[in-house]
């Protein structure tokens, strides 16, 4: 069984950045692809990003390209999304996940969420 808890999330401004973290525990962490997906209010579940097991093969939804970085840190059991230049269309609760292969083709287990809003 494996716990994701994410941290990071928050109220900013328009054009500021934020750094959303998912700790990882209960085990196997090297060997799970990680991702983060995102639910707006009255929306369906988004995928924002993904990144591979090794950290060497990363994806993102169109949306969020050449604005977001995803990343993993495996001695800490954490991946993180770095969120700039936000914008209010933004603002949603942001879930980790986690795959035996890959999150977009089937997540094994899902954080709590981070609430973010971007005002204007």
């Known amino acids: 069984q494996v716990q994701l808890v994410e941290s990071g999330g928050g109220l900013v401004q328009a054009g500021a950045s934020l750094r959303l973290s998912c700790a990882a525990s209960?085990?196997?962490?090297?060997?799970?692809?990680m991702g983060w997906f995102r639910q707006a209010p009255g929306k369906e579940h988004k995928f924002v990003a993904a990144?591979?097991?090794?950290?060497?093969?990363?994806s993102y939804a169109e949306s969020v390209k050449g604005r977001f970085t995803i990343s993993r840190d495996n001695a800490k059991n954490t991946v993180y999304l770095q969120m700039n230049s936000l914008e209010p269309e933004d603002t949603a609760v942001y879930y980790c996940?986690?795959?035996?292969?890959?999150?977009?083709?089937?997540?094994?287990?899902w954080g709590q969420g981070t609430q973010v809003t971007v005002s204007s």
């Open positions: 996940a986690s795959s035996r292969t890959s999150v977009l083709a089937g997540v094994d287990y």
């Open positions: 209960g085990g196997g962490f090297m060997t799970y692809a």
């Open positions: 990144i591979s097991w090794t950290g060497r093969s990363t």
